[in-house]
């Protein structure tokens, strides 16, 4: 089974960019859909972005092309490229992979979970 560790999260202003990672091991990375989710306090686990095994990829409606994800597959790792970000994009930031391989947008479909980043966004 594959293990999932996020990195790249802080605390920048608003405007600026992250880049978070999602490193996988134990399991190719290609051999899964890989998500990320994010969440913040009071607020339900929301999906960001997706890339299916085949490399296709997904976004939530309100990334409205701020936001890219991106894989490497000789790293064994999925990207999150975060642009002009916003105070509400403040939140914990999970990647998480489905063995479907899919790049669905519910988070019961996603079986395995990193332990999150954390991006916070100070106007």
């Known amino acids: 089974q594959v293990r999932l560790v996020e990195s790249g999260g802080g605390l920048v202003q608003t405007g600026e960019s992250l880049r978070l990672s999602c490193a996988a091991s134990?399991?190719?990375?290609?051999?899964?859909?890989v998500g990320w989710f994010r969440q913040s306090p009071g607020r339900e686990r929301e999906f960001v972005a997706a890339i299916a095994r085949d490399g296709s990829t997904n976004y939530g409606r309100f990334v409205q092309g701020r936001f890219a994800i991106s894989r490497d597959n000789s790293k064994k790792t999925v990207f999150l490229q975060l642009n002009t970000l916003k105070s509400e994009d403040t939140a914990v930031y999970y990647c998480a992979a489905d063995e479907a391989g899919s790049y669905a947008r519910l988070s019961n479909r996603y079986q395995f979970w990193g332990q999150g980043t954390r991006v916070t966004v100070s106007s």
């Open positions: 134990g399991s190719d990375i290609l051999d899964y859909g």
